[in-house]
């Protein structure tokens, strides 16, 4: 099983509401990352974990809370969104961060996120 | 610090025609290098990666993509545009050292006419 999967596929949300993501891998990838995409821009890497500890936070916004329940699963918590969050949320995964690991990123389809 | 620099944010071609894409990346030692290609509402799928090796890399779709050290590129280039290349194509780069890092271009949209 060489797929990262995502749900939603699409969510809308208001700015009080309370919504998460889900990702989920079976390739026994010990890294997993969230990306936030906008149109017509490159990912931007908002958070990784290695090893179900969080590794890396881009600096970003509290109102985005990642959690990695075990080494198969990547949530992402959203409270309190502006319209401005609105964006494609990639999810991925890759092998490990070791220096000879060429970190090669398995991506999931995404979750196109709508703040109202 | 590493950067990638995709020449063109929108290329045409004729269907049948070659493809290239340019990518040049800024290191000062050879990082792994990458193509992704993401179609409209989806996810990044990895075209090719160079890692090691030989300098030409072959990857999927008939796609393929030359790393040249002296130069410090790593072009992708097609022989014959098929309509379903039409994507947006971004060139990707991470440390040799290790690192959970990507460094991603902005992006080439390819466009394919009939």
């Known amino acids: 099983d060489t797929e990262v999967t995502q749900t939603p596929k699409h969510l809308v949300m208001g700015m009080t509401n309370k919504k998460s993501l889900k990702c989920e891998q079976h390739?026994?990838?010990?890294?997993m990352y969230w990306y936030k995409q906008k149109a017509k821009k490159p990912p931007e890497l908002m958070f990784v974990?290695?090893?179900?500890?969080?590794?890396i936070n881009e600096s970003v916004p509290s109102r985005f809370s990642p959690e990695c329940p075990n080494s198969s699963l990547l949530n992402l918590h959203l409270h309190a969104l502006q319209p401005e969050d609105s964006a494609l949320y990639l999810c991925?995964?890759?092998?490990?961060?070791?220096?000879?690991?060429?970190?090669?990123?398995?991506f999931g389809p995404g979750t196109r996120l709508t703040v109202l | 610090a590493q950067s990638v620099t995709q020449l063109g944010s929108h290329v045409s071609v004729s269907e049948g025609a070659l493809v290239l894409l340019r990518c040049n990346y800024s290191s000062s030692v050879p990082p792994y290098l990458f193509w992704y290609v993401q179609y409209p509402n989806q996810g990044l799928q990895l075209l090719l990666k160079?890692?090691?090796?030989?300098?030409l890399v072959k990857g999927i779709n008939g796609f393929e993509a030359e790393f040249k050290k002296s130069e410090t590129s790593f072009h992708l280039t097609k022989p014959s545009a098929h309509m379903s290349d039409a994507a947006e194509y971004f060139c990707?780069?991470?440390?040799?050292?290790?690192?959970?890092?990507?460094?991603f271009g902005a992006g080439t949209r390819l466009f394919v006419k009939a």
């Open positions: 974990y290695s090893y179900e500890k969080l590794s």
């Open positions: 991925a995964s890759s092998l490990g961060a070791l220096a000879g690991l060429y970190n090669e990123q398995f």
């Open positions: 160079y890692t090691t090796g030989a300098t």
């Open positions: 990707a780069v991470s440390p040799r050292a290790g690192g959970f890092k990507t460094i």
């Open positions: 390739m026994g990838h010990r890294a």
